[in-house]
């Protein structure tokens, strides 16, 4: 299969040997280190990975670099932190191939009690609220693990750089037309600390930068104030706590 899969990278050093060495035969991973400190990119490259170098910090912006890097037919995207096994991508991948669907996406199963913080989870709720209103996808999770043919994802022109890359893919996948499904994946605590949905206050940023592109979407306002206010105010109290 000719899948080449992006994986941004900020200090993943510990985690990316278990994450490379479980790619699928055929798989091509593309690390971006996004400004690491802790040698992941000499890492990545020892264990065979094509590694790019993206100094403009955000999500979006290494899985950007990753896009214009890519060359095969299929384009995925991981995490580098080791929450999810690569091999959970093959299935992905084979729902797009024939044709079923048009953005694969990874509906999370944690594995254990803390693969998924409270916080991330009703976050992702509201977002999974709103996504379903706005589009009409049937989800419940905006996943990180995510296939889609190049040459689609590439017309989609998305312009986020920052934590709400994810968010606009499915977006415009509805503007475009494109088919969007999820399926089940296993998710485990990552390693290492987390740089955004690992603390509450990197949730609330997460937050307000994807009510900007709902807003930008034409999400309906009054809906989205509802439900990203709440959770905010939410998570704020869990911060004063």
């Known amino acids: 299969m000719n899948v080449d899969v992006v994986l941004p990278c900020l200090n993943e050093a510990r985690a990316l040997p278990s994450v490379l060495s479980r790619l699928p035969e055929g798989y091509r991973a593309i690390v971006v280190d996004n400004g690491s400190t802790d040698g992941s990119a000499d890492i990545a490259r020892s264990l065979g990975a094509t590694v790019v170098s993206e100094p403009i910090r955000g999500f979006g912006s290494a899985c950007a670099a990753g896009v214009a890097a ?12 080791d929450s999810m096994d690569p ?12 044709g079923e669907v048009d953005l694969a996406l990874g509906r999370r199963r944690p594995v254990s009690a803390g693969a998924w913080s409270l916080h991330a989870r009703l976050a992702n709720r509201a977002l999974a609220f709103l996504l379903r209103r706005a589009t009409g996808y049937r989800l419940t999770d905006l996943g990180p693990l995510r296939v889609m043919r190049r040459a689609d994802l590439l017309g989609l022109e998305l312009e986020d750089r920052r934590s709400g890359y994810p968010l606009e893919m499915v977006l415009a996948s509805r503007r475009a037309g494109l088919r969007v499904d999820e399926s089940d994946i296993d998710y485990a605590p990552r390693v290492g600390a987390s740089k955004v949905t690992g603390t509450i206050r990197g949730t609330v940023t997460a937050i307000a930068d994807m009510s900007r592109l709902l807003r930008a979407y034409d999400v309906e306002s009054d809906l989205l104030g509802a439900a ?8 704020t109290e869990g911060v004063r706590r």
């Open 70 to 81: 890519s060359t095969a037919e299929f384009i995925a995207f991981c995490d580098a932190d």
């Open 87 to 98: 091999r959970d991508l093959v299935p992905l991948v084979e729902r797009v191939a024939r």
């Open 228 to 235: 990203t206010g709440a959770t905010s105010a939410r998570l």
